[in-house]
């Protein structure tokens, strides 16, 4: 049967369901877009705008919706040595079967730019008594990570934000004793910006930067945001990706805390 023949059929299955006396069998129809996921160079991680993790490019992405319809759609492409990439889509759904879809795919292409240092920020150094607070959080770790890691991580991004001189950093003592273990360690599970800024007003800071790593394989996935406390807006977050050796880890959460910084400026 050919595809035609198959979509009318289809069609017409759906049809008489909704025309049945008494049936009130809801059929559902599938809309489809599928894309092949390049990027320059090769071998950059890419993840959905929630996180799951699509593959390594080059790479291939199908996506259905059930209703025609078309919506606002963002990949990121993840490659060590690089600056985390985004490529917004306007994603357009065809009611097509998937395999046919799949044959008619849109072809991307995500250019990785280099990774950022304090010098290549540009930024210029705001006078102390200018500079907004803000109070890194202990990093968040997945299974098999030990809570260490997430804490050196955390001093790893602090250090980081202090050498932009754009900020005034809270002492991660004084976080802890304001906050107290137990609140501490629930501002470490923070995942909503809610949460987040409810922590960040205990601080009286006016944002809140926060990590979490976790497994990917044989490698790690550090993701890397920052909160603002007034308006509970994630106003820069970055994701890397990174070997489980520690001398690894430590070079990329500086290089990604630089990038952090550049995102959340570029916000305001």
């Known amino acids: 049967m050919n595809t035609s023949a198959r979509l009318f059929g289809a069609a017409v299955a759906a049809l008489l369901l909704t025309l049945l006396p008494g049936c009130l069998i809801n059929v559902p129809i599938y809309y489809y877009a599928s894309y092949e996921i390049a990027s320059d160079p090769p071998g950059a991680h890419v993840f959905k705008p929630d ?12 996506l259905r919706r059930d209703g025609k319809d078309s919506e606002k759609y963002r990949l990121t492409f993840v ?3 690089y600056q985390s990439t985004e490529l917004p889509l306007l994603v357009r759904y065809e009611y097509l079967l998937e395999d046919t879809a799949v ?3 849109e072809k991307l292409l995500a250019i990785l730019e280099q990774e950022m240092t304090p010098e290549t920020l540009g930024l210029a150094p ?3 008594e200018k500079r907004a607070a803000l109070a890194v959080i202990d990093f968040d770790v997945g299974k098999g990570i030990e809570s260490d890691v997430g804490k050196a991580a955390a001093d790893l991004c602090r250090d980081a934000l202090a050498r932009t001189q754009q900020y005034k950093l809270m002492d991660r003592n004084n976080i802890r004793s304001i906050l107290g273990e137990r609140d501490f360690a629930e501002a470490v599970r923070c995942e909503q910006t809610t949460c987040l800024t409810r ?4 601080l009286e800071v006016h944002y ?3 990590g979490r790593i976790t497994r990917l394989r044989d490698e790690q996935v550090l993701h890397l945001g920052i909160v603002s406390v007034e308006t509970a807006e994630l106003v820069g977050q970055v994701t890397a990706v990174c070997p ?5 880890l430590r070079s990329v959460v500086a290089s990604k805390s630089y990038e952090l910084v550049a995102a959340s400026l570029k916000s305001r």
Do not use: I, M, N, S
């Open 126 to 128: 705001v006078p102390l």
């Open 199 to 202: 922590f960040g007003k205990l």
């Open 103 to 105: 044959e008619r795919c």
């Open 208 to 210: 809140l930067a926060h």
């Open 51 to 62: 996180g799951t993790y699509v593959g390594e490019t080059p790479t291939q992405l199908t």
């Open 79 to 81: 490659k060590r040595g």
């Open 244 to 248: 489980k050796d520690t001398d690894q």
